[in-house]
């Protein structure tokens, strides 16, 4: 079968509306990820173990189980509890609980490198709790996150084409349909991949620059 | 009431198949990831940008679409593939492209004096990197290999929609012959969790193998 530039153009529009879906998702799914993950680090921090070491195993189970089941779970298993959710709130959250582990993992190195020394310093020259966080361990803990998050952030994107098993409508089930439409494969499932592909160099400058930008701070 | 043993008989069968798929992907990953990692550092100019454009190309790209495009497009340049070929094929790609960051990151680690004390010795290319480099450079990777390792087999769940009888395939079928949701779905994630468990203590067991005899040598 050989390649054809005018089903390119044809499929195109269905293929861009497929990729917005895609953006969408990954973009709500790194918002719940992001205040998700904060939650699960500051409930790993906890002094009291009863709430620590549940929150833990629970990031842990997450991140050694497949997407694909997390979302089959949401999506199958909550409506029989009362809880309907749409495709793309399922996928969106799925995305969002199990990045939010990955999320965690990167808050906790953060703010775990922030030397003892500056929380003392803080304490001796008598800031409150809340002003030696504000003040001086998060504007340092921040920045060598950042990188972290966004390459997490790209690894999610990449991900989205799972949401297509849920009936999401995004850039892979668009791409899907067309394909068993017309009986060709070919030319939908490698534009797919150039898209992905497109996107993700892109993204991988971007985060260079970031990483340049952000991750060494203590040289500044 | 719905007779479990059967069910679950199904559910146990998908788990040998998704063993199965990690470990030949596995293998598969692990031979890609020296043979590009290597390729990255080689003198040759050509070898790293072929080794540059594999690493990219499959870390650019889900390992969902690759497998898609391995099973339904790759038949049309004449390359038939059956659906547990091509999902061997396309997860030890994928890995591989992302193992094959480990191996360079962990060659370049190791000090440049090593590379000198070998010239020094008159070791061939070859010995120096079997006998000097590697051993050292083994131990660093090992760590990163094991989450790779769970990587993948958390990648095993998506060949079940190129209808590979994998656990994850197993357990929507139990989902539509009992209308059950809870019990499919909660055992596989358990299943899946326990594989990905005895996965790190296997690479932990690893890692100390790798080390034994390597004292004083690295802190």
């Known amino acids: ?220 | 009431m719905i007779d479990w043993t059967g069910y679950i008989g199904l559910i146990l069968q998908g788990a040998l198949v998704t063993i199965e798929l990690t470990l030949m992907g596995s293998a598969l990953a692990l031979v890609m990831a020296f043979a590009a990692g290597l390729g990255r550092l080689s003198r040759f100019a050509a070898v790293r940008a072929l080794a540059t454009t594999y690493i990219e190309f499959f870390r650019g790209t889900s390992i969902f679409v690759q497998l898609f495009w391995a099973y339904f497009v790759l038949p049309f340049a004449g390359i038939t593939l059956t659906p547990l070929q091509a999902g061997v094929l396309a997860l030890g790609l994928n890995v591989g492209a992302y193992g094959a960051e480990v191996v360079r990151g962990a060659v370049r680690a190791i000090g440049r004096e090593q590379h000198e004390a070998c010239v020094a010795l008159n070791l061939g290319r070859y010995q120096r990197l079997r006998h000097v480099i590697l051993p050292q450079a083994l131990p660093l990777m090992l760590p990163t290999f094991g989450n790779n390792a769970i990587e993948l087999l958390k990648g095993t769940a998506v060949v079940s929609l190129i209808s590979l009888t994998d656990m994850t395939f197993q357990a929507q079928v139990v989902r539509a012959q009992t209308g059950n949701t809870l019990i499919p779905f909660a055992t596989v994630l358990v299943l899946y969790f326990a594989m990905a468990m005895a996965i790190s203590a296997g690479v932990r067991w690893l890692e100390r193998r790798a080390a034994r005899g390597l004292d004083g040598v690295r802190v």
């Open chain 1, 1 to 220: 079968m050989e390649w054809d530039w005018a089903f390119v153009w044809q499929i195109m529009p269905t293929l861009l509306e497929g990729l917005k879906i895609t953006i969408l998702a990954t973009v709500l799914g790194a918002i719940v990820a992001a205040v998700f993950g904060l939650v699960l680090a500051i409930a790993r921090r906890s002094p009291n173990p009863l709430i620590a070491r549940p929150v833990g195993f629970f990031a842990d189970f997450i991140r050694g189980t497949p997407l694909l089941v997390q979302l089959y779970f949401i999506f199958y298993v909550l409506p029989d509890i009362g809880i309907r959710l749409s495709p793309l709130v399922a996928g969106v959250i799925g995305l969002g609980i199990h990045y939010g582990t990955y999320a965690a993992e990167v808050y906790r190195a953060g703010i775990d490198n922030v030397p003892r020394g500056q929380w003392e310093a803080a304490r001796a020259t008598n800031l409150s709790i809340r002003q030696a966080w504000i003040h001086v361990v998060l504007p340092q803990a921040i920045p060598p996150m950042i990188p972290a998050l966004a390459n997490y952030f790209i690894a999610m994107f990449k991900e989205t084409p799972l949401l297509s098993a849920i009936t999401v409508l995004e850039l892979m089930n668009q791409a899907k349909s067309v394909a068993n439409s017309s009986y060709r494969y070919i030319e939908p499932m490698t534009l797919v991949g150039v898209f992905f592909l497109v996107i993700s160099l892109i993204s991988v400058v971007a985060l260079r620059f970031l990483e340049e930008r952000y991750a060494r701070v203590d040289e500044r």
